[in-house]
């Protein structure tokens, strides 16, 4: 999370409509000669910015470039040569996306997960199948009427950000492709990795590789699963049944497996050094924990709550229903009290709410201000808690959480609002970034050894899952394999 300003993140609109759609796997349907109406590319060019703002930013460097290439040859054997636009994701969620015009997104966190170029190449191909069907076009209007119910909160106060924060936002998107659309997807994908010149097998590889990806998080207690693999893949879920279907596809082209190049070498090379986990200038989200090493800011939220980070907040899921957001921005002239009128006043729109009376507060030595908020709408009554602190008197940071009104939830809230401290120097420093490096394998390495080299909670089990590798394979003297270590190790 960096620290917007008030105005900046007020002026952020959140993306309805066509505007967001996942990549999935479509049908047996014959899609027609691709081409990008005037009308998609007018509305992919004004999402694109306002997308990477609120979901990572762009990631620069050399994997952008390289990823970006990858996909513009994919292109070109999908008849939309020099008409798309890659981008690699600053996200450490895994995840792929495409949206009308032909921008088409991953994250460097699925790229750090899979294992060669022709794995990366399949995503890339699965969302062209997207724009190549027009798949946003068929679904447009069914997923406009279907997201009315969800986001009623926002549309009948008249107000997109009580919609996001209410948890649009936590979820990413809304957009589901059809079965059919998500199967002519993988088919039309197949099609253009094989006619690039890579296995057409990769695409089983790299649905094995987001099956142990969610695996591993389950089993490690990590990030919920909705965040752990991309919506085109959790649709339906990556059963075996799933992974044979890609390979069985791939042999339908008359391709055995491994009888086509997938490129590992020439891409684990070019992954090395890229970003892994939280970027530290969006600070780190470390399970329930948040700490921000250049606003020597922290918090903790309660048993069961989830936090997402985002360029603009860090999203907050939990229990019953609960969401909420905490960012920052700068404190007007009128303190604290002006500074939750503007929130309520962002996240509110024309709504008038009820407020209740400010409660004035240190918490761990921080001046602090609560405010209670009751919004009627349509569809009944949404109750807000803020919560907002004064760090050094020129800037301020708040919680926003929309919870149903019972004593568990109210305890919740005020555990997670009393969590809130300013770090200390000693602990701003520790947190520092991760990457992720590629070394050769020695003649005395061993499984444990590697493992060891690996800074996470679960190493040997990451080790395994980062590498799409089994306990009892054993490691071959000049392979190389991913290990995350500490930036500049």
């Given at each position: 999370?960096t ?6 993140r007020?002026?952020?609109a959140?993306?309805l ?10 049908g ?6 691709p ?5 998609e590319r007018?509305?992919g ?5 306002l997308?990477l703002?609120e979901?990572g930013g ?11 290439g990858v996909?513009?040859?994919?292109a070109?054997?999908?008849?939309l040569g020099?008409?798309?636009t ?5 996200s450490d969620v895994?995840n792929a996306?495409?949206v009308?015009?032909?921008?088409i997104y ?5 790229m750090?997960i899979v ?5 990366m190449a399949?995503?890339?191909a699965?969302e ?9 076009e068929r679904?447009?209007?069914r997923s406009i ?7 009623a909160v ?10 996001q924060?209410a948890?649009?936002?936590a ?8 079965r059919k ?9 197949l099609?253009y990795?094989?006619a690039?010149g890579?296995?057409p ?12 990806h969610e695996?591993f998080?389950?089993t490690t207690a990590g990030r ?16 075996e049944n ?7 596809a ?19 090379t070019?992954l090395?050094g ?5 970027d530290p200038?969006q600070g780190f ?9 250049v606003m ?12 997402t ?7 907050i899921?939990?229990p019953?229903?609960?969401r909420g957001e905490f960012?920052?921005?700068?404190i007007?002239s009128?303190g604290?009290?002006?500074?939750v009128?503007a ?5 509110l ?7 209740g009376r400010?409660e004035?507060?240190v918490?761990?030595?921080?001046p602090?201000?609560?405010v209670?908020?009751?919004v009627?709408?349509?569809r009944?009554t ?7 602190y ?10 926003v959480?929309i919870a ?6 109210a305890?919740?809230s005020s555990?997670?609002f ?10 701003a ?5 991760r990457?992720?490096r590629?070394?050769?394998v ?5 499984l444990?050894?590697?493992a060891e080299?690996m ?11 980062l590498n ?5 394979q054993?490691l071959?003297?000049g392979?190389?394999?991913k ?5 500049g190790?």
């Amino acid at each position: 999370m960096t620290s917007p300003s008030l105005p900046e993140r007020a002026a952020l609109a959140v993306l309805l409509g066509g505007a967001l759609l996942l990549a999935g796997c479509g049908g047996a349907e014959e899609p027609g000669p691709p081409s990008i109406e005037e009308s998609e590319r007018r509305l992919g060019a004004e999402q694109h910015p306002l997308l990477l703002a609120e979901f990572g930013g762009a990631y620069s460097g050399e994997e952008s470039r390289y990823m970006a290439g990858v996909g513009e040859k994919l292109a070109g054997h999908a008849g939309l040569g020099g008409e798309c636009t890659f981008t690699l994701v600053n996200s450490d969620v895994v995840n792929a996306f495409a949206v009308p015009g032909c921008y088409i997104y991953i994250t460097r966190g699925l790229m750090g997960i899979v294992n060669s170029e022709a794995e990366m190449a399949s995503v890339l191909a699965h969302e062209l199948g997207h724009i190549v069907g027009d798949h946003s076009e068929r679904q447009q209007k069914r997923s406009i009427l279907r997201g009315l119910g969800v986001l009623a909160v926002g549309l009948l106060t008249g107000s997109e950000r009580l919609a996001q924060v209410a948890g649009k936002a936590a979820e990413y998107f809304t957009l589901r492709y059809s079965r059919k659309q998500e199967y002519q997807s993988d088919d039309l994908g197949l099609r253009y990795l094989s006619a690039a010149g890579y296995d057409p097998h990769a695409a089983s590889d790299m649905l094995a590789s987001l099956a142990r990806h969610e695996r591993f998080l389950t089993t490690t207690a990590g990030r919920d699963e909705a965040q752990s693999i991309p919506e085109w893949a959790r649709t339906h879920p990556l059963t075996e049944n799933r992974i044979g279907r890609a390979s069985a596809a791939a042999s339908a082209l008359g391709v055995g497996p491994d009888e086509m190049p997938e490129q590992e070498r020439e891409y684990l090379t070019e992954l090395d050094g890229l970003l892994y986990g939280d970027d530290p200038q969006q600070g780190f989200v470390m399970g329930r924990r948040f700490a921000h090493p250049v606003m020597r800011i922290g918090f903790e939220a309660p048993q069961g709550f989830t936090l997402t980070n985002s360029t603009r907040a860090i999203l907050i899921g939990g229990p019953d229903g609960m969401r909420g957001e905490f960012a920052g921005g700068a404190i007007p002239s009128g303190g604290l009290e002006a500074y939750v009128s503007a929130v309520l006043q962002q996240l509110l729109g024309e709504a008038q709410p009820q407020l209740g009376r400010p409660e004035r507060g240190v918490v761990n030595g921080v001046p602090a201000l609560f405010v209670q908020a009751v919004v009627e709408t349509q569809r009944g009554t949404v109750e807000l808690s803020v919560a907002a602190y004064s760090a050094d008197g020129r800037n301020a940071y708040h919680f926003v959480m929309i919870a149903p009104p019972s004593e568990q939830g109210a305890a919740a809230s005020s555990a997670l609002f009393h969590s809130f401290r300013i770090l200390t120097e000693t602990e701003a420093r520790s947190l520092k970034p991760r990457q992720i490096r590629v070394i050769r394998v020695r003649q005395e390495d061993r499984l444990e050894t590697l493992a060891e080299a690996m800074v996470s909670d679960h190493p040997r089990e990451h080790f395994l899952m980062l590498n799409a590798r089994t306990a009892d394979q054993p490691l071959k003297p000049g392979e190389l394999v991913k290990l995350v270590r500490l930036a500049g190790q």
